[in-house]
């Protein structure tokens, strides 16, 4: 069942940034940055927009996700343990060397995950032979892919994004996830990516583009909308996101890409994205209490 409610949609995007800062509070490291700035993303396309059912991870006519950057696979985590491909338990698990829920998500061990990925730039190549098996096959479903900006800097992007034009692939929607900012600066600064440089690159390599503001549900529940009903040409929703959102000392701040989060810090990050939701506070402090006590 698909939740149209943006006020319900933003409450599991904060449990989702919850849950992410969690996994990298006990994994002792990760990527926050990246993970807190798509999880309004991650929610309106899982909750929202998304064809999928956790009691079959595996159907055929199933849309398909990719998760491009791979970094932020806590994020990913945490949006599959809201929908129930996994438990929340095993979020505790996050980056331990015998979990399965690993720096960089594994589609061989993960319910839910439709590829594995990692190495950034590979994941628009992988949608589109998905797209396009789709459209052979008569499928009918929809692939969406979730990139970085930062990652746009990879050349492979850009023979993808050819790719896509090429066959019309019009069941490909792809997702930059623009909060401006990569592992040591600002993404401008590392190879002169600006953010209207991105929208015209994208028209350019003759997508419909979407400027949004990736944190603005509504907004994002249209660039979807929108997106499956443009035919002919593949889809790219810029969104517009601030890295570290919902956390106060990590928005916009570079430190914050991928670093590991001390005791005060974890405290300070939960009663930050859930202050107005006492009982989920009290179930993560039960649940630091549990892992405590083993």
């Known amino acids: 069942m698909k939740i149209t409610q943006a006020a319900a949609l933003e409450r599991i995007a904060s449990r989702i940034r919850m849950d992410i800062v969690q996994e990298v509070y006990y994994g002792k490291s990760g990527h926050l940055g990246g993970a807190l700035s798509c999880a309004d993303i991650l929610s309106v396309l899982y909750f929202n927009e998304m064809n999928i059912n956790p009691n079959e991870p595996h159907a055929l006519n199933r849309d398909r996700f990719v998760l491009s950057k791979g970094h932020a696979s806590a994020a990913?985590?945490?949006?599959?343990?809201?929908?129930?491909?996994?438990?929340?338990?095993?979020?505790?698990?996050?980056?331990?060397?015998?979990?399965?829920?690993?720096?960089?998500?594994?589609?061989?061990?993960?319910?839910?995950?439709?590829?594995?990925?990692?190495?950034?730039?590979?994941?628009?190549s992988v949608a589109n032979g998905m797209a396009l098996a789709s459209k052979m096959d008569q499928l009918g479903n929809r692939v969406y892919c979730l990139v970085g900006d930062g990652e746009l800097e990879e050349g492979q992007i850009w023979e993808a994004a050819m790719t896509a034009a090429h066959y019309e692939l019009d069941n490909l929607c792809v997702i930059?996830?623009?909060?401006?900012?990569?592992?040591?600066?600002?993404?401008?600064?590392?190879?002169?990516?600006?953010?209207?440089?991105?929208?015209?690159?994208?028209?350019?390599?003759?997508?419909?583009?979407?400027?949004?503001?990736?944190?603005?549900?509504?907004?994002?529940?249209?660039?979807?909308?929108?997106?499956?009903?443009?035919?002919?040409?593949?889809?790219?929703i810029i969104a517009k996101t601030i890295k570290g959102k919902g956390v106060s000392f990590m928005e916009n701040n570079v430190e914050w890409h991928g670093k590991a989060i001390n005791d005060e810090e974890y405290g300070k990050a939960i009663s930050e994205l859930a202050p107005d939701h006492d009982s989920e506070v009290e179930f993560q402090n039960k649940i630091k209490e549990n892992l405590s006590n083993k």
């Not at 720096?103 to 590829?115: A, S, W």
């Not at 909060?179 to 953010?195: C, E, I, R, S």
């Not at 979807?224 to 593949?234: I, L, Q, Y």
């Open 176 to 236: 930059v996830d623009c909060n401006k900012l990569q592992l040591t600066a600002p993404t401008k600064d590392v190879k002169g990516l600006n953010f209207e440089d991105i929208e015209q690159k994208f028209i350019t390599f003759g997508f419909n583009t979407i400027v949004i503001d990736g944190h603005n549900i509504e907004s994002i529940m249209k660039a979807f909308s929108v997106a499956e009903e443009t035919k002919g040409k593949p889809t790219c």
């Open 76 to 124: 990913l985590y945490a949006t599959l343990a809201e929908k129930g491909f996994i438990t929340k338990d095993e979020l505790l698990t996050f980056r331990n060397i015998e979990s399965n829920l690993q720096g960089h998500p594994d589609m061989n061990k993960v319910p839910g995950v439709d590829m594995t990925s990692g190495s950034l730039g590979q994941g628009l």
